[in-house]
């Protein structure tokens, strides 16, 4: 009887038990692992492959010294946490689901914009303290005001789709996209400059690259309306924390709703917590029964495959196992 490849399981991929209905049978697992190098490195000592979230660094490092490593499965669309150049080198294949959370991940962004707006997290601060309306500040619509999405992909197409209902202008800026695949939503392709002047609030979808890290720093938020709101779902590096924090301070943005950080949990000492008009949630975003289930069950049924040198289709591939395409 062949032996079973085995595997290991960050603990963020959920529902677990889905992931034992779906993988017990073919991969010996073994569940958990603390996202830093050290310790993914001694987690992977004779394993085959790795099931993870981008909370665990697949590093050139960790690469190159998890010496049985044959395959990552990664969950969801960015693969900015894997060293794919390197993973390409020793022959480690790389596959994953783009596109499976986008409507989860659009649906956050969204539910962030309101929770901003509307002041839903203070207000049920407010009540908790014995509080009610009249202590409060007043709420700002969502309704006929100006929304940029910064990133037109996946996500930042649905959730434009979403915004619909709200009869929003709607500003994308996307150096990749062209002006035929935003007509479809009615929304308007300008620069990245146009879009922070003139949106009343700004949702960030696009990946993290070179080009987008720190976009969002002192500069952007200095273009920004003082009345602005700024969401992330996107990556945390896109936004300079620091510079947030200062735009806060000073009263230059109305406020902010964040789901992903440059530090990765966010600290519990981080002054993001401070502020009445910053909602912060867990990069949840992605998170949704619906997505992660379809995701644990085609990673899954694609490792197989691949583990065994079948093809499988292209859009799962990131980086192909020994060469193999």
């Not at 602005?228 to 996107?234: D, F, G, H, I, P």
């Not at 620091?242 to 000073?250: E, G, M, P, T, W």
């Amino acid at each position: 009887m062949t032996a079973r490849p085995r595997a290991l399981i960050d603990q963020d991929i959920q529902p677990a038990d889905r992931f034992r209905m779906q993988a017990s049978d073919c991969f010996d697992l073994s569940f958990g692992v603390e996202p830093n190098e050290d310790a993914v490195i001694e987690a992977l000592d004779g394993r085959s492959v790795l099931f993870t979230t981008s909370r665990v660094p697949v590093t050139e490092r960790v690469l190159r010294e998890a010496g049985s490593l044959e395959l990552v499965a990664k969950v969801g669309t960015g693969i900015d946490s894997i060293d794919l150049a390197t993973a390409e080198e020793l022959g480690v294949g790389v596959i994953y689901t783009p596109g499976f959370n986008a409507l989860s991940v659009a649906e956050h962004a969204l539910a962030l914009l309101l929770a901003v707006s509307r002041n839903v997290v203070m207000g049920c601060g407010e009540l908790r303290a014995g509080g009610w309306r009249d202590t409060m500040p007043t709420s700002c619509p969502v309704t006929d005001t100006t929304v940029g999405i910064v990133g037109f992909g996946r996500v930042g197409s649905r959730l434009a789709g979403l915004l619909d209902g709200f009869n929003v202008e709607l500003l994308a800026h996307d150096p990749y996209v062209e002006d035929i695949k935003t007509d479809i939503t009615g929304a308007t392709l300008v620069g990245f400059e146009e879009l922070l002047e003139a949106s009343d609030s700004v949702i960030v979808t696009a990946e993290l690259t070179e080009e987008t890290r720190g976009m969002f720093d002192a500069e952007a938020f200095d273009r920004m309306s003082t009345d602005a709101v700024l969401v992330n779902t996107a990556r945390g590096p896109v936004v300079d924390t620091d510079a947030l924090v200062v735009a806060l301070d000073s009263g230059k943005l109305g406020g902010a709703g964040l789901d992903v950080f440059e530090t990765e949990p966010l600290p519990v000492d981080s002054p993001l917590h401070d502020y009445e008009n910053v909602v912060v949630t867990p990069h949840l975003a992605a998170s949704s029964v619906r997505a992660r289930t379809n995701i644990i069950d085609t990673l899954v049924a694609n490792a197989r495959p691949v583990l065994n040198g079948r093809s499988i289709d292209d859009r799962f591939i990131a980086v192909a196992p020994n060469g193999r395409r």
